[in-house]
């Protein structure tokens, strides 16, 4: 064997090699970006003077992803208010942004049942459904989210590094503009799962004195370990981790 053909084969294992490097980083970095794998989160709820239960469930089938919300009281006060509020919404991740199919609300704890069906039609560019007695018909805009699918975009948004300042959501039957603001202190929190270091981020209404915290746990895919909801600095609404299944 001549030296040309040495160095043509080292040169073809060097390609090689460089080709597979740049494919790992290429997959490895997709996988970091990604939404987190499915799970669920139990956590213990405080909401004013009642004790209660929020499981938060994420599923991805063929590429459609579901995050859906339950929460029921538990105690004495499942006797005085027996039932749950259940809220899901379906979405496709298309290059790397969450695009919602639908959102759902069945809530029966309150006298009055509430019900709440949206749905994204991204080819009319609307957004149909109903609210209670309310229709809802109003133009979709770009990078629109449900309320609970902005936790998952501050979880996924936050992971790339690429969390905005505002969103678009369709709460009820309003389309809302909310702020976004983020504290990198390094922090630790407990709950019952366990002592994380935590990223807080926090967000509310544009003229709203109702401020939603999520610390978010970078060791569990940014999975919030505690939530937090206040209104002129009183604490309405907590909910610790208690248990996470992945």
Known sequence: ????????????????????????IFFFFEDVH????????????????????????LENKEGIYT????????????LIANGSINESSA?????????????????????????????????????NGFYKDRVIDV?????????????????????????????????????KEIDISTSNSGKKISVPFGSYDVIEVSHRSKGSNRINIFWLAPDLDFIPIRLEQTEDNKVNFEANL???IR
């Open 139 to 175: 133009k979709l805009e770009e990078d629109i989210l449900t309320r609970i699918l902005l936790q998952i975009e501050i979880m996924h948004q936050k992971q790339r590094n690429r969390l905005k300042e505002s969103y678009l959501i369709i709460d009820r039957d309003e389309i």
């Open 242 to 244: 208690v248990q996470l």
């Open 1 to 24: 064997m001549n030296d040309y053909c040495v160095i043509k084969g080292d040169m073809r294992a060097l390609t090689a090699y460089r080709l597979f490097i740049v494919t790992s």
């Open 91 to 127: 979405f496709k991740l298309i290059d790397e942004k969450i695009r919602p199919i639908n959102y759902k609300l069945i809530d029966t704890i309150r006298r009055n049942k509430r019900e709440s069906l949206v749905e994204f039609d991204w080819s009319k560019k609307e957004i």
């Open 34 to 57: 990604a939404v987190p794998d499915d799970y669920e989160a139990v956590y213990s709820v405080k909401l004013m003077q009642a004790d209660g239960t929020l499981r938060a469930k």
């Open 67 to 78: 995050y859906s919300l339950k929460t029921e009281p538990t105690g004495f006060w499942k």
